[in-house]
């Protein structure tokens, strides 16, 4: 049985690529039948190598060739004598002049079956078979999202009954949304936020297999979403002193009774300053990890920021070259400057070092957000507190504090675009509660103030009817 051909990312060529004469598609990363690893495709004896070279001063001619090769490095050898063929203008294998629906129809079938189209649309996020001008940068973590929630919408329609094998995209309805709603609402259980992203991406898979192939109608616009009900949650003082003194080698180990690794130990050095850095800043993962010492701007008197890119409207907003991005500012407050001094601001000021954990050179990426996510939640549970924080808390803490410091204008120094936001999503209503624990609605300052100002106005009238009378 041959084994099924792959491209390794360092071996990648342009215009060269595997061809499955069973799924009479190009393939990549994820087999199209299965959807699985290519390299674990069973269709290995149906893979080709076969390369693909634009015609110099064509706008869509290119050549195309299938190579009698299974070793990727003898088939990038074989792709570079064709380019030579073809820059030489030599005319012995077929041209085709393709538009992107040309090739729709002859290096693919439709797929009509449900399972064929995600596997397809699957692929095009990985921009396969996408045009240079059409193709989009996404993450892996992104597409892995949304292919999750494409395997459950196949779950669901097959614990009704479904048969996947015969089931096409046209044959959604009513009917099939009904069975999807009921299977992520009451049997999943799932929150407004992700019970609404399942739907959204659904909607997405379906626009663009109208655009691609022909026209189905757009059924899971129909479902009415749900109203996320948001509750921001701060830490208090005692919570996050106790959470600081939890964080042990010995308090960090979680055992499991299924899954791969049997034991884990969620300790690291860097916690403690993790979650402080979190609580006096009030940034995300991402940009805590990546703040840097040559960020910090700091005046004679003390006072200064700390400039912090931000990540997530970058990400959103396609923000890759330097003068389009946006960073926020942080203020340099007392706690947070020594909390600096503790981390070695005096010796690594203005250096290009991480403000956090600077000893650890790799996998600062994904890795380590996800680390301090998961530490905090194994941390946290220890103090059996009856209430279920993440290390979200951080940031809605700071938020809120800050939102009581600065009267409401929070905004100018988080970054969000409206108060809207902070209110609904970061401020914990309690804390502001106890904040106006010194208000009283007839306080004898209130009234004082009131009939000083009563007795100005009744001054200045009094002055200006004496004036005319002279």
Known sequence: MEKPLYIPPAK????????????KTNVSEICRETGKPLQRCPFGEKHAFKVYVHVPGTDNTRRTKKLETRDVSEAIKQVMDFEKEVKAGNQKTEIRIESRKENLQQESTVPHLLVNAIARYVGSLHNESVPEHLQKERSEEYIEDIERKLKLLVQSLKQKGYDLSSFRVDQINDATV????S??????????????KHFSYYTSFLKWFSEEYYPVRSWFTRVEKMKPVSNPLAISKDEFEALLEKITPENGIEKYSKGV??????????LKNAFRLALHTGRRREELINMKFNGITEDKDG???IKVEDYKVNHIQKRKREEEKKY????????LHQLLDEMGYEEMKGTDNFILAPEVKSKRGKAMT????????????QLNTGRELTF?????????KLSVFMGGNAKAITGHTNDRTIEQHYQDKRVIAKAAKDFEVFSNEVERKSDLQRLRNESLTTQKSMEVEQ
């Open 12 to 23: 990648k060529w342009k215009g060269l690529t595997v061809y499955c004469y069973r799924c």
């Open 178 to 181: 009904g069975h999807v709603y």
């Open 183 to 196: 299977y992520l609402k009451s049997e999943k259980n799932f929150s407004a936020r992700t019970f609404n």
């Open 261 to 270: 690794k049997e034991t884990r130990n969620f300790y690291r050095p860097y």
């Open 303 to 305: 006072s200064g920021d």
């Open 328 to 335: 926020i500012y942080v203020p340099l407050t007392n706690s």
């Open 370 to 381: 996800d680390l301090l996510s998961r530490a905090f939640t194994h941390y946290y549970k």
């Open 392 to 400: 979200k808390s951080f940031r809605k803490t700071y938020i809120t």
